[in-house]
């Protein structure tokens, strides 16, 4: 972040750069120091940010700006996924690619092929369940490790998932 807060400055942004044990106390201090009576954020992709955010006790009104990150806003994504019957990234990319004339050939895709996945790969093999493998742990000197464990979590979670439907999507905004 001080590469990027430099580069800013050489910019002739105005940019404050803190290195602080906690992430309150410079914000609290520095909305105070600017006399900031609105605090504009772009709204964050990441949920416990957004939770933390929203439950600080600041001096100021916070106004949560959209996110340009990404082509597809949240509330976009959800309408989209709500009007289907199945959740493919297939057919998100298509309607994508249709939305913003990406690749493109009026109302073709250039090249007259959606995706070239049946050149490019097998299936996989039925019942087939992701392990951990153990050669970084050795290269380490350990049996195990504890991001091992955290990665075997991770796929015992994948293998046993149920698919993604809109219900679980529309719970975890």
């Known amino acids: 972040m001080r590469h990027f807060a430099a580069e800013l400055k050489a910019d002739n942004w105005q940019v404050t750069y803190?290195?602080?044990?906690?992430?309150?106390?410079?914000?609290?201090?520095?909305?105070?120091?600017?006399?900031?009576?609105?605090?504009?954020?772009?709204?964050?992709?990441?949920?416990?940010?957004?939770?933390?955010?929203?439950?600080?006790?600041?001096?100021?009104?916070?106004?949560?700006?959209?996110?340009n990150h990404f082509l597809w806003d949240k509330d976009e994504f959800i309408t989209w996924a709500n009007s289907r019957k199945r959740l493919l990234m297939e057919d998100f990319y298509r309607e994508g690619r249709k939305r913003f004339n990406i690749l493109m050939d009026g109302k073709k895709p250039i090249g007259g092929k959606w995706n070239y996945d049946k050149d490019n790969r097998k299936p996989p093999?039925?019942?087939?369940?992701?392990?951990?493998?153990?050669?970084?742990?050795?290269?380490?000197?350990?049996?195990?490790?504890?991001?091992?464990?955290?990665?075997?979590?991770?796929?015992?979670k994948i293998n046993n998932r149920t698919p993604l439907t809109t219900t679980s999507l529309n719970n975890r905004q």
Do not use: H
Not at 25 to 49: E, G, M, V, Y
Not at 136 to 141: D, E
């Open 18 to 67: 803190k290195i602080a044990a906690d992430f309150i106390t410079p914000l609290q201090d520095w909305i105070a120091a600017n006399k900031i009576t609105n605090l504009q954020i772009t709204n964050p992709c990441d949920r416990p940010f957004l939770k933390l955010i929203k439950s600080l006790d600041l001096d100021c009104e916070i106004t949560f700006l959209p996110d």
């Open 125 to 156: 093999k039925k019942n087939v369940r992701i392990q951990v493998s153990d050669i970084g742990n050795k290269r380490r000197g350990s049996k195990i490790t504890m991001q091992g464990d955290r990665y075997q979590r991770l796929l015992e």
